[in-house]
């Protein structure tokens, strides 16, 4: 039996690679693929390329004026972040007074809480989100350093008060961290849309 | 050597029927979840023996990998799973002497995302 090296799967994509990924996605996750849709690594990249296709999809909306190499590169950039997010990284612990008990969200399934804070706000698309600091030791405060794509004619510092607070709120309901402080960086400027705000 | 495939399965049914619950994953080491992958895909298993269950001498530890609804707090609905899966071995009569629970959240759906994944 003979072994392709092309065959040999993504480790951090339960067997499967970005491609097929993208694929699934366009087939509408038709036939249903369980091997797909039981991977939380999987269904991490999904979330994140999905709303990948909805921005590349409002970009096209505005096409006057866009540079598609620029647009490559920005859509290219956008897929290493999904790629490197998707590790399930840390464990972060959550308290239970039985300590047979050991609880914790990944660091990953926490990157996705606090992209999505972003993402369904309106006026920004969320880039890198790094967190900063020991997040595997109770009580220990960390620093969450995101960085962002503003829509055009948006307040820098309106925006990013509100992305720090929408931040702060999604961390405070779905886990236990203490946030020393949030760091948003924006690094893009793109054309505005319809936006569906989120506020 | 106890077979617990069928304790496993238990386990991951009452995991999924858990409110804020909206998906569980393969908790296995890595190296048995790569295979047990291969088998889903290939149509030999059913994804249902989810949650990994590991024997010591007189010492059980018992993992679940979860996804949760994001409508609920994560926390909450994690706390609710470990108190579930620490009742449940309770009253398992196979399960002797110490007992240690990890479950571990992979992913904070976005709400109703759960109707789609099929999983629930």
Same mark, same amino acid.
């Given at each position: 039996?003979?072994?392709?090296?092309?065959?040999?799967?993504?480790?951090?994509?339960?067997?499967?690679?970005?491609?097929?990924?993208?694929?699934?996605?366009?087939?509408?996750?038709?036939?249903?693929?369980?091997?797909?849709?039981?991977?939380?690594?999987?269904?991490? *990249?999904?979330?994140?390329?999905?709303?990948?296709?909805? $921005?590349?999809?409002?970009?096209? %909306?505005?096409? =006057? @004026? #866009? +540079?598609? *190499?620029?647009?490559?590169?920005?859509?290219?950039?956008? $897929?290493?972040?999904?790629?490197? %997010?998707?590790? =399930? @990284? #840390? +464990?972060?612990?959550?308290?239970?007074?039985?300590?047979?008990?050991? $609880?914790?969200?990944?660091?990953?399934?926490?990157?996705?809480?606090?992209?999505?804070?972003?993402?369904?706000?309106?006026?920004?698309?969320?880039?890198?989100?790094?967190?900063?600091?020991?997040?595997?030791?109770?009580?220990?405060?960390?620093?969450?350093?995101?960085?962002?794509?503003?829509?055009?004619?948006?307040?820098?510092?309106?925006?990013?008060?509100?992305?720090?607070?929408?931040?702060?709120?999604?961390?405070?309901?779905?886990?236990?961290?203490?946030?020393?402080?949030?760091?948003?960086?924006?690094?893009?400027?793109?054309?505005?849309?319809?936006?569906?705000?989120?506020? | 050597?106890?077979?617990?495939?069928?304790?496993?399965?238990?386990?991951?049914?009452?995991?999924?029927?858990?409110?804020?619950?909206?998906?569980?994953?393969?908790?296995?080491?890595?190296?048995?979840?790569?295979?047990?992958?291969?088998?889903?895909?290939?149509?030999?298993?059913?994804?249902?023996?989810?949650?990994?269950?590991?024997?010591?001498?007189?010492?059980?530890?018992?993992?679940?990998?979860?996804?949760?609804?994001?409508?609920?707090?994560?926390?909450?609905?994690?706390?609710?799973?470990?108190?579930?899966?620490?009742?449940?071995?309770?009253?398992?009569?196979?399960?002797?002497?110490?007992?240690?629970?990890?479950?571990?959240?992979?992913?904070?759906?976005?709400?109703?995302?759960?109707?789609?994944?099929?999983?629930?």
């Amino acid at each position: 039996m003979t072994f392709d090296a092309t065959s040999v799967p993504e480790d951090d994509l339960d067997g499967h690679t970005m491609e097929e990924l993208g694929d699934y996605l366009d087939r509408g996750r038709t036939p249903y693929d369980p091997s797909i849709e039981t991977s939380a690594a999987c269904r991490l *990249a999904l979330v994140g390329m999905t709303r990948m296709q909805e $921005l590349a999809r409002t970009a096209l %909306e505005h096409e =006057s @004026g #866009r +540079d598609p *190499a620029r647009d490559d590169a920005w859509i290219s950039g956008l $897929l290493d972040t999904i790629k490197t %997010e998707i590790r =399930s @990284g #840390r +464990d972060i612990p959550v308290g239970h007074p039985n300590p047979v008990l050991r $609880l914790a969200l990944t660091e990953a399934a926490v990157r996705g809480v606090i992209r999505r804070a972003g993402d369904t706000m309106g006026g920004v698309i969320m880039g890198r989100c790094v967190l900063d600091g020991d997040v595997t030791t109770p009580g220990a405060p960390i620093r969450i350093d995101v960085t962002a794509g503003l829509e055009y004619g948006m307040s820098v510092a309106e925006t990013a008060d509100r992305l720090r607070e929408r931040i702060t709120r999604a961390l405070a309901e779905h886990t236990e961290l203490v946030i020393g402080q949030i760091d948003v960086t924006i690094d893009d400027v793109y054309p505005g849309g319809d936006r569906t705000d989120d506020r | 050597m106890t077979d617990d495939t069928e304790l496993s399965r238990q386990l991951t049914a009452a995991i999924r029927a858990t409110e804020g619950v909206s998906g569980v994953y393969p908790a296995q080491p890595i190296l048995e979840a790569a295979a047990g992958a291969v088998a889903v895909r290939l149509a030999l298993r059913v994804p249902d023996v989810l949650v990994d269950i590991d024997r010591a001498d007189d010492f059980t530890t018992v993992s679940a990998h979860i996804s949760t609804a994001g409508e609920r707090p994560a926390t909450e609905t994690l706390r609710r799973v470990g108190e579930l899966l620490l009742e449940r071995l309770g009253a398992e009569p196979s399960i002797r002497g110490e007992v240690a629970v990890n479950v571990k959240v992979r992913l904070v759906e976005e709400a109703g995302a759960s109707a789609v994944s099929g999983l629930a």
